[in-house]
Nanobody, 130 residues
Framework: VQLQASGGGLVQIGGSLRLSCVTS????????IAWFRQAPGKELEGVSC????????YYADSVKGRFTMFREKFKNTVNLEMNNLTPEDSAVYYC????????????????????????WGKGTQVTVSS
């Protein structure tokens, strides 16, 4: 199983970015998939999580109304559309999942650690500057 995240970059305050996570190697559909971020000196934070089982997407309060997570199943891709970015959004962003069910509400609420899920993509850096 592999996850490949891309789409990060440098953007000005108020700008937008779309991150993409391409998954491969799954023999069946995953149960849920999530985006996380980690800023320097800060803990890993759950940003958004899509639950395949109930079709619900969960968001951290800090990104609600600005970020949208959506799946392109035929492309094996999960995207994170990020709008109205602020410097507080600057971080390395990761997509992650597991071969067993995991509760989206728990990973969003945190705390979350790298060993909580088995499959992680390499991070993509998002930097929001003034």
């Amino acid at each position: 199983v592999q996850l490949q995240a891309s789409g990060g970059g440098l953007v000005q305050i108020g700008g937008s970015l779309r991150l993409s996570c391409v998954t491969s190697g799954f023999t069946s559909d995953y149960y849920a998939i999530a985006w996380f971020r980690q800023a320097p000196g800060k803990e890993l934070e759950g940003v958004s999580c899509f639950s395949v089982s109930d079709g619900t997407t969960y968001y951290a309060d800090s990104v609600k109304g600005r970020f949208t997570m959506f799946r392109e199943k035929f492309k094996n891709t999960v995207n994170l559309e990020m709008n109205n970015l602020t410097p507080e959004d600057s971080a390395v962003y990761y997509c992650a999942t597991d071969s067993v069910p995991f509760p989206c509400q728990v990973v969003i609420r945190g705390p979350i650690h790298r060993n909580s899920l088995n499959y992680w993509g390499k991070g993509t850096q998002v930097t929001v500057s003034s």
